[in-house]
């Protein structure tokens, strides 16, 4: 149980366009749902929680007009990277927390690699 | 933000060989989680244990709430345990992570 996919699983596209991507909770309900982001060889940054039915809360430091956050249901999040420029090529992993007994943990999806040209 | 350390930040092992890997965080703690981070970039759930000690195979971990540190243990190292073991703690409903050891099983 607690399984999280993403969608897609990797993407490559030009400068200028925009790039969304799907994580849904596949087993369980998540009122909440978490975006980070991972560059090579480097640890997780939180970029933003996402909470069901409401507007996302950002980290210090990511622009909420690049990265546009909808949580519209319980087993869906989406990430919309506008006007993708090529330093926001990067992996981006995204989580749910967990519901009953297991409220207290986050579960993680496979990520998506984002290559911008 | 709570701040995550953890050591050694790299770590090569003979296969069967046993180890372990230390997280230290700087507050008290809702949950504290050990990820384990395959080639493909998943992160796998290895352990949720905010406090006390848990075992799974030949994994276990402990944490000690009231000292502000969480140890995990791998014995009888094998090489599809390579890869990268991340800690991540939790306070203000956040997580955040440690900057991961990267552990090398050679066969």
């Known amino acids: 149980g607690a399984v999280v996919s993403q969608h897609p699983s990797w993407v490559i596209c030009k400068s200028g366009t925009s790039v969304k991507i799907e994580c849904r909770s596949l087993?369980?309900?998540?009122?909440?749902m978490f975006w980070y982001r991972q560059f090579p060889k480097q640890s997780l940054m939180l970029m933003a929680t996402s909470n069901e039915g409401s507007k996302a809360t950002y980290e210090q430091g990511v622009e909420k007009d690049k990265f546009l956050i909808n949580h519209a249901s319980l087993t869906l999040s989406t990430l919309t990277v506008t006007s993708a420029h090529p330093e926001d090529s990067s992996f981006y992993i995204c989580?749910?927390?967990?519901?009953?007994?297991?409220?207290?943990?986050?579960?993680f999806g496979p990520g998506t690699r984002l290559t911008v040209l | 933000g709570i701040q995550v350390e953890q050591s050694p930040p790299d770590l090569i092992l003979q296969e069967g060989a046993n180890s372990t890997l230390r997280c230290n965080f700087s507050?008290?703690?809702?949950?504290l989680q050990w990820f384990h981070q395959n080639p493909w970039g998943q992160l796998i759930n290895l352990f949720y244990i905010p406090s006390g000690t848990k075992q799974n195979g030949r994994l276990s971990a402990t944490t000690v709430a009231t000292e502000r540190y969480s140890l995990l243990y791998i014995s009888s190292s094998q090489t599809t345990d390579s890869g990268v073991y991340f800690c991540a703690a939790e306070n203000d409903y956040k997580l955040s992570f440690g900057a991961g050891t990267t552990v090398t099983v050679r066969a």
């Open positions: 087993d369980f309900q998540a009122t909440t």
């Open positions: 507050d008290s703690v809702n949950n």
């Open positions: 989580s749910a927390r967990g519901d009953g007994r297991r409220y207290n943990e986050q579960f």
